[in-house]
C-alpha cells in the first residue's frame, strides 16, 4: 500500500504560482499511474490533472490547461503540480491520487485507490 502527503499550498495573489508536491511512502509511486484532484467548498471533488507512470502522458481538465503543468520524479518518489497564472477560481483543498490500473476514465475520483489528506490552495483578486 501507498501513502501520499500533499505539500506546497498556501495563499497566493492572482496572476502568481505554487508548485504543489505529493511525496509517497511505502511503494515506490512508477507503479502507480497519478493525478491531483481539487475540491472547493461546497463542490465535489474534480480532476485536475494525471500522469503516467512514466510520466511520458499527460491529462488536463480544461479549465487549467496551459496554466497547471504536472510531473513526476520517480527516483524521488514524488509528483508534482506547478501551478501558474493562479485565478480566485482555483482556490480548493488539492489531493493526490494514485492507482494502480491506467483507466481512460482517469478523470472520475472512483479510478483512484490512494489519496492523501489535501493541501488547501487560496488565491486572493
Known amino acids: 500500500q501507498v501513502q501520499l502527503v500533499e505539500s506546497g499550498g498556501g495563499l497566493v495573489q492572482a496572476g502568481g504560482s505554487l508548485r504543489l508536491s505529493c511525496a509517497a511512502s511505502?511503494?515506490?509511486?512508477?507503479?502507480?499511474?497519478m493525478a491531483w484532484f481539487r475540491q472547493a467548498p461546497g463542490r465535489e471533488r474534480e480532476f485536475v490533472a494525471a500522469?503516467?507512470?512514466?510520466?511520458?502522458?499527460?491529462y488536463y481538465a480544461d479549465s487549467v490547461k496551459g496554466r497547471f503543468t504536472i510531473s513526476r520524479d520517480n527516483a524521488k518518489n514524488t509528483v508534482y503540480l506547478q501551478m501558474n497564472s493562479l485565478k480566485p477560481e482555483d482556490t480548493a483543498v488539492y489531493y493526490c491520487?494514485?492507482?494502480?490500473?491506467?483507466?481512460?476514465?482517469?478523470?472520475?475520483?472512483?479510478?483512484?485507490?490512494?489519496w492523501g489528506q489535501g493541501t488547501q490552495v487560496t488565491v486572493s483578486s
Open positions: 511505502g511503494r515506490t509511486i512508477s507503479n502507480y499511474f
Open positions: 500522469i503516467s507512470r512514466s510520466g511520458i502522458s499527460t
Open positions: 491520487a494514485g492507482s494502480s490500473y491506467y483507466s481512460t476514465n482517469y478523470y472520475y475520483s472512483e479510478t483512484y485507490e490512494y
